[in-house]
């Protein structure tokens, strides 16, 4: 599994996240990675791979994914920068 994420979404709760998310997924050149089939917000630093969508990372597309908690924990963003 390639392990490349070009994009993250953080943010606080009720700013948009999600209205972003969806306005991403419109596009043919950016894939969001989900947990399962359909959770879009998720942990991605405690998330085992089979656990992950198998088209997480998708080859000749800007993958992302979202997680807003991110923005309240210092570390699992430092833990985020080290996969990526």
């Known amino acids: 599994m390639n392990n490349i994420i070009d994009f993250v979404v953080i943010g606080f709760p009720k700013c948009g996240t999600t209205a972003l998310i ?3 997924e419109e596009s043919s050149e950016i894939n969001i990675g989900r947990k ?4 879009v917000e ?6 085992k ?4 969508d ?8 800007a993958n992302g994914h979202k997680f ?3 923005i309240f924990d210092v570390n ?3 833990a985020l920068l080290a996969r990526v």
């Open 22 to 24: 969806e306005k991403l």
């Open 36 to 39: 399962g089939i359909d959770n």
């Open 42 to 47: 998720f942990d991605f630093i405690n998330t």
């Open 49 to 52: 791979k089979e656990e992950l």
């Open 54 to 61: 198998p088209h997480f990372f998708l080859p000749n597309v």
């Open 68 to 70: 807003a908690a991110y």
């Open 76 to 78: 699992k963003l430092k």
